[in-house]
């Protein structure tokens, strides 16, 4: 499929789920809208729930590449767009030194020239694909500085880099660009008006289901429903860190493994670490508290 053929939300959503990604309407439209607009996608939401995820199952999915940034603390444009191999060409000065009648300008132009540039994902991302545009990942932008951003925005507006040495490339066609921050702060208002915003939630009861349905298919649906319960009903706790649908994943797998057919105030007790990673929280579990709150979210399972 490509992009040309998603006349609708719902093309989206199963385009979306033959990549095992289940999204929600209002995830879906907006998606929807950015590819058709050419727009940049900016997602924002707590860690583990599905941010990057989409990013690799629309490029899956259009049968694109996908091109990854993934930024820190520090990240700088030469790292991000492009760089110098400056040991191999130290190694080349070295070997045209020892031979003699180097051509000066040849060996400086080489120097320069496309087999010592180290392409980043921006300069990547503007060079043609077979399949088309790639998808540009610019993820966790919320761990970069300001200037850092104030670069991404001249960089997403005009899709091009010039290199000193080489001159102006430009992108034949903008990639589809996503960007996505676990919002550890705010991210500039500039930056995000060029993009269309989505707040990525939790999932309801029947979504983060239907996410183990497709993920971990092996798992019985009695036990899927009780554990989708308990961490719905866990997020509700006052924690440092909630669990997220990759928690719920995970931990889902651990019990398979541990051949667990129901929960159990032992079993959680046991598997928590799989759901909660801070033993403040952990501790907060302790004694009879996780039965307390398997009871209730037994209360909230429906007969089935
Ligand atoms: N809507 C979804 N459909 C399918 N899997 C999902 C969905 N949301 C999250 N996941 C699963 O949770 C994991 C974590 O998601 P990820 O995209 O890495 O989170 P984030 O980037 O928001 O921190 C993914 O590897 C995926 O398996
Ligand atoms: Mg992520």
């Known amino acids: 499929m490509s992009q040309t053929d998603i006349a609708t939300i719902d093309d989206v959503q199963h385009l979306l789920a033959g990549q095992d990604y289940v999204c929600g309407r209002a995830l879906a439209t907006v ?7 050419g727009r940049p996608l900016f997602l924002e939401g707590e860690a583990g729930t599905g941010k990057t995820e989409i990013a690799k199952a629309i490029a899956a999915a259009l049968g694109r590449r996908l091109i990854r940034l993934q930024c820190y603390e520090g990240l700088d444009a030469s790292s991000a767009v ?15 030194e ?5 051509d000066r300008e040849a060996l400086r132009a080489d120097l320069f020239g496309p087999d010592y540039l180290i392409e980043r994902p921006l ?12 998808v540009l990942l610019i993820d966790e932008i919320d761990r970069t500085d300001e200037p850092f951003e104030a670069f991404l925005l001249e960089a997403l507006s005009d899709f091009q880099v010039t290199i000193p040495e080489l001159g102006t490339i430009k992108a034949p066609e903008a990639p589809i660009v996503i960007l996505t921050s676990n919002r550890t702060r705010e991210v500039h208002d500039a930056l995000k008006r060029r993009c269309l915003y989505h707040w990525v939630d939790y999932p309801d009861f029947r979504r983060e289901t239907e996410i183990l349905r497709a993920r971990v298919p092996e798992a019985a649906e009695t036990l899927s ?13 006052d924690l440092f860190k909630k669990p997220g649908v990759a928690e719920t994943i995970d931990w889902a797998k651990c019990l398979l493994a541990l051949d667990v057919i129901s929960l159990s105030p ?12 801070y033993q403040d929280d ?16 037994r209360k909230t399972l429906a007969p089935t």
């Open 31 to 37: 998606s929807f809208l950015a590819l058709k607009l």
């Open 82 to 96: 492009y760089e110098w191999n400056f040991a191999a060409q130290m190694v080349a000065i070295r070997a045209a």
């Open 98 to 102: 020892a031979t003699e009648n180097t």
């Open 123 to 134: 300069l990547q991302a503007m060079r043609p694909q077979d399949g088309g545009a790639p």
């Open 225 to 237: 429903r009780e554990i989708v319960a308990f961490v719905q009903r866990l997020r509700t706790e």
């Open 266 to 277: 032992e079993v959680i007790a046991d598997t928590l670490g799989a759901i909660l990673k």
């Open 282 to 297: 952990i501790a907060r579990l302790q004694g009879s508290e996780a039965r307390k709150i398997l009871d209730e979210a």
